[in-house]
């Protein structure tokens, strides 16, 4: 036993001693080339992941026997025309790079149909409609009155009129609407005979819960700003002021701050830029906890003297304001993104970026901490247009974990892929009814919209949820080299 | 080495007291480098992490093939050996002349099993005769056979000396020993002299000794006890005037279950052994007593533990004893008996007879089993927690490394071939043990789960996992060996609904790779660790239990 365990000790030995470099070196990307190039070679690969996965992948019009999601191994370094196709789906084209010892990750291609699945969901026309970001509600409106107002719960994908008929409360016509992301409550601004009234509306799963609550608001707000799911801390903002509004409690404290010229709340703390341009974190009791801005020159030069700033805390520590005019500040470097002509944003927080939009433009406003560099003028982020050919931009929205934007532009809609090597995919994808919005929710991948002709509320799957296979541990980085250079 | 090398930790000054602190810190340190080295590699340089895990991951797998074979052909011996009539060849060596021409003349149309445990023994034969160290007459060879007590009770002890009693070697050259601890409870102490009672008559005698707390130099450990009854039984044997030479001692644990040939096996495998006075008997431990009562992960982790020990047994170069297991008692007389300060006892009383005899000192290992019982409890967590203290024990084990290196030290007439072989595989079992299952099941993963730009845009990041796909499957070939001979290994005994019990029994051994992490590799980390922070460890009992029969 003794002769025979020497002797696999020794062969296991020779073994480990020849396959283990060689197993490394292919894991680092060598290979024996035979040929004229004949020797060991470094390569690279290219993975391609799609949703839906099953497609046909082609290097230079020659089939790739593996369908997606597929590495395509052992390339030599240069440029490889890569097409993808499925059946039912528009194919998609570009010339990929590879570099030796690299791999170039293409893990987020959203096929998109030759023919859009259209679902109408209801069966009457409608005027308008009416997005609540990030709640699982968005408003559908028949006219002006709020009794013409609809509420649809998305993901049953089920419609219930907000009043029902005769109601007293539905009388009137609808001025102001007020909501924050993520909330299941929403404050409407009616004008009445004789006067205006407020109703606070609860959305719930079987009902909805309208109340009366003009006793809280004795003047028109610029904007009414709560954490969603606290009914007792709403602070109203003037022209100079904030009044807090307990809307269970039905009170209102006037001037509960005042030389205010911006406000947003976040984890329960209020961020008030004040009157003399310094910002400040304090409690709902109005205890300071700490200044955000403590330079007044500073502060001046960034906000100016006059003007109201809507406040968005997206984190802990990044802070975005959005000025009257649609200036775009921030709380980093170089700390003015937009003079002017902000419509709107949209953040991604696990990739700590903004999506941002004017009239003809969209940018990616990336926030994650770029690499030491050893450049001694700090950099920080920068606005990247990403697309500049817009007419009348209203909305966008992140899709499929940030790689694609979704954009309606006047009555278009349109699908942007930006994770991508060369020139940005753009997608035309359909009509919607002029002068209202759509509403896009990710964990389902649907747009909701008004179609252009029927104006009844319809959807169309933009991202197929049940295709995306879940990750490997070798998907689940978030960080990849195919996002646009820059970002 | 001076022969004054004391075999123990306490009571060192100067060089000696600073080696063995080094020594102690050096296994945990080594395996904590080990560890957090890689961690942290992970995190910094990705691609050095993914290309160390790749080399280690391949590694592992041939050491895994090569353990497979190796376990493989110990239990076809094993097998093979299961109907050898070993009385016959004791009474064969008794006249070894005739028995050698005998055999070498017996006919060749037996199995392949047979024709190998025949080719075995006529090389023994034949060694034997060329040496010319000729065994006493096999009437002259008597047994002792210590069984510790502290806590076990009457119906743990009693299979365990039942078993002795049908064995094929004549039980009346057979001293039983139940060294009993003064502390034990009275119910304990009855139950040991009941069994002692029932089955005086027996053996040569049946003693109990009850070994006093307390006396100075001595720890509260089970060498402690074995060795207090062993120095009762040398009194014993001087007494009745047998040389210390033609007696062989067992040192079981309370639960341990011989097979009827075991002691015929150890007689014929003392006989056999030229260098019989230098050497330990290693059988190979199963853990049956109580193995379809046994939690599925405690089943798993005993089931490794015997198939470690098979591998082991086809290495008789660097075997070193392990649980129960039998020796010259002229060994253990001249060595001074077993560490009395030591939780290691059965791998402690090897090193202290190989520094003693200077390297010459052997463990043979024997093709025949012994059964103890699975470390169980009331419920599950409890189980749990005392698998975790068991191997944490086991792995303990480290406590020799010091002892063992400092002895090497000092030794001038130990080869340096030797003390680099035995020296390497000590140091090196128990950093393995405390590491490959924390690389395979855990670290090695970090570099692909953690990685940031830098690794997740290279070639190796999608090569990895893949290769390490590879070595995987192909390691379920070693998995699949392994649970076709834990089938294979089982009792042979009629239990109710046996085949679904052998069907989770199978199924249990794809959870090996969290069990061997939690419950082996942690356990022995923590040993380790100790070591290093000198919070040495007392002497913890494993709860046996098993169902009374009715």
């Known amino acids: 036993m003794l002769l025979l365990r020497r002797i696999f000790f020794y062969l296991f030995l020779a073994i480990y001693l020849i396959a283990c470099p060689m197993t490394i070196l292919y894991a680092l990307g060598y290979i024996l080339k035979p040929g004229t190039e004949k020797g060991l070679v470094k390569t690279g690969l290219i993975y391609i992941s799609t949703v839906p996965s099953g497609a046909s992948v082609y290097i230079d019009n020659k089939r790739y026997t593996r369908r997606t999601p597929a590495i395509l191994r052992d390339l030599l370094p240069g440029n490889y025309p890569i097409r993808i196709s499925l059946k039912n789906y528009r194919s998609w084209f570009q010339n990929i790079p590879v570099e030796a010892e690299k791999a170039t990750a293409l893990e987020k291609i959203l096929f998109v149909p030759t023919e859009l699945k259209r679902e109408q969901l209801s069966p009457e026309p409608f ?112 022209d100079n002021y904030v009044n807090r509004v307990d ?89 003015r993104f937009l003079e002017e002509g902000t419509i709107g944003y949209e953040y991604y927080a696990s990739r700590e970026r903004a999506l941002v939009w004017r009239k003809e433009d969209i940018g990616i406003l990336a926030f994650s901490k770029p690499a030491k560099n050893e450049e001694i003028f700090e950099k920080g982020p920068r606005l990247h247009w990403v697309y500049q050919r817009g007419q009348k931009i209203e909305q966008a929205f992140w899709v499929y974990e940030g790689s694609h934007i979704l954009f309606r532009d006047e009555n278009r809609v349109s699908l942007l892929e930006i994770e991508t090597h060369g020139k940005p995919h753009l997608y035309s994808l359909l009509k919607v009814k002029r002068k209202t919005d759509v509403f896009y929710a990710e964990s389902t991948g649907k747009l909701y919209y008004l179609d252009s002709e029927s104006e009844c509320l319809s959807s169309v799957e933009i991202l197929p949820r049940q295709e995306i296979l879940p990750l490997t541990f070798t998907e689940k980085n978030e960080k990849k080299k195919s996002e646009i250079e820059g970002l | 080495m001076s022969d004054d090398f004391v075999f123990s930790r306490h009571n060192l000054k100067g060089r000696e007291k600073f080696l063995q602190r080094v020594f102690e810190i050096l296994p945990g340190a080594v395996s904590w480098t080990i560890l957090i080295g ?124 039942r078993g002795l009693t049908r064995g094929s070697f004549p039980s009346s050259q057979v001293l039983v020993i139940l060294a009993v601890e003064e502390r034990a409870k009275d119910q304990v102490k009855q139950g040991a002299e009941a069994v002692r009672q029932k089955y005086a008559g027996s053996f040569l005698d049946f003693l109990v000794t009850l070994h006093p707390d307390g006396i100075p130099g001595e720890a509260r450990v089970k060498g402690s006890n074995v060795s207090y009854a062993a120095k009762q039984a040398a009194g014993y044997f001087q007494a009745k005037g047998i040389p210390f030479d033609n007696v062989i001692v067992s040192c079981f644990d309370a639960d341990t279950v011989v097979r009827p040939d075991y002691l015929a096996c150890l007689t014929y495998r003392f006989m056999s052994c030229s260098d019989r006075q230098q050497s330990s008997f290693q059988p190979i431990p199963v853990y049956h007593n109580n193995i379809w009562e046994a939690t599925g992960f405690a089943r798993v982790l005993e089931m490794g533990s015997s198939f470690f020990q ?112 035995h020296g390497f595989k000590l140091f090196e079992g128990h950093v393995a043990w405390a590491t490959w299952a924390i690389l395979l099941t855990v670290i090695g993963w970090f570099p692909a789960v953690y990685a940031g730009r830098e690794f997740s845009d290279t070639v190796v990041y999608y090569s990895a996992p893949r290769i390490t796909a590879i070595i995987f499957n192909l390691a379920t070939l070693a998995l699949l060996t392994t649970l076709v001979l834990s089938q294979c290994l089982l009792p042979r005994r009629r239990v109710r609904h046996i085949f679904f019990k052998r069907i989770i029994l199978a199924l249990e051994w794809f959870f090996v790779p969290f069990i061997v992490t939690f419950l082996s590799a942690l356990p022995a980390l923590e040993a380790q660790t100790r070591l290093l922070l000198g919070k040495y460890m007392e002497f913890w009992v494993t709860d046996k239990q098993r169902k009374r029969k009715r």
């Open chain 2, 38 to 161: 890689l961690l942290f590699t992970a995190f910094w340089k990705p691609i050095l992490a993914a290309i160390l895990i790749i080399a280690f991951d391949f590694y592992w797998l041939l050491r895994l093939f090569y353990a497979t074979l190796f376990l493989v052909l110990a239990y076809l011996r094993l097998s093979f050996e299961s109907d050898t009539d070993w009385m016959k060849r004791v009474h064969g060596l008794d006249d070894l002349d005739n028995y050698s021409r005998e055999v070498a003349g017996a006919s060749s149309d037996f199995s392949p099993g047979k024709w190998v445990s025949m080719m075995a023994h006529k090389k023994e034969l034949q060694v034997l005769k060329e040496t010319g160290a000729l065994p006493p007459l096999s009437k002259n060879i008597y047994h002792l056979v210590i069984f510790p007590v502290l806590k076990e009770p009457l119906e743990i002890l009693e299979p365990g000396i």
């Open chain 2, 310 to 421: 098979l591998v082991e047994s086809t290495n008789p170069d660097t075997l070193v004893t392990f649980s129960s297991h039998s020796m010259s008692f002229k060994a253990l007389v001249d060595v001074g008996f077993w560490p009395v300060d030591m939780i290691s006892d059965d791998s402690a009383i090897f090193w202290k007879c190989f520094l003693h005899f200077h390297g010459n000192y052997h463990v043979v290992p024997m093709y025949t089993t012994i059964s103890m019982d699975v470390v169980t409890a009331k419920n599950w967590l409890k189980t749990v927690r005392n698998v975790y203290k068991q191997k944490r024990r086991w792995a303990w084990g480290v406590e020799n490394f010091p002892i063992v290196i400092r002895g090497f030290l000092q030794s001038r007439r130990i080869s340096l071939y030797d003390k680099i072989k």
């Open chain 1, 127 to 238: 005027e308008r409609l009416i997005p609540i970001e990030k709640s699982r509600y968005f408003l559908l409106a028949t006219g002006s009155r709020p009794g013409d107002l609809f509420i649809c719960d998305w993901k049953q994908e089920k419609i219930r009129p907000l009043f029902q008929k005769g109601d007293p409360l539905g009388e009137g016509n609808v001025l102001s609407f007020y909501s924050v992301p993520g909330g299941v409550s929403f404050l409407l601004l009616v004008h009445v005979r004789g006067g205006e009234k407020y109703l606070w509306v609860e959305m719930g799963d079987k009902e909805c819960r309208v109340e009366d609550v003009s006793v809280c608001f004795p003047e028109e707000p610029l904007q009414v700003v709560w954490e969603s799911h606290d009914k007792n801390h709403l602070f109203s903002i003037h």
């Open chain 1, 247 to 335: 809307i269970a409690g039905r009170s209102v404290v006037p001037r509960y701050l005042e030389n205010i010229r911006g406000l947003g709340l976040f984890h329960k703390s209020i961020y008030a830029l004040r009157g003399d341009s310094l910002l400040e974190r304090l409690d709902y009791d109005r205890k300071p906890k700490e200044m955000l801005l403590n330079d007044a020159a500073l502060g001046s030069s960034l906000f100016g003297a006059k003007g109201l700033f809507q406040i968005h805390v997206l984190d802990n520590d990044i802070i975005l304001f959005q000025g009257a005019r649609g200036e775009l500040l921030a709380n980093r470097l170089p700390y």
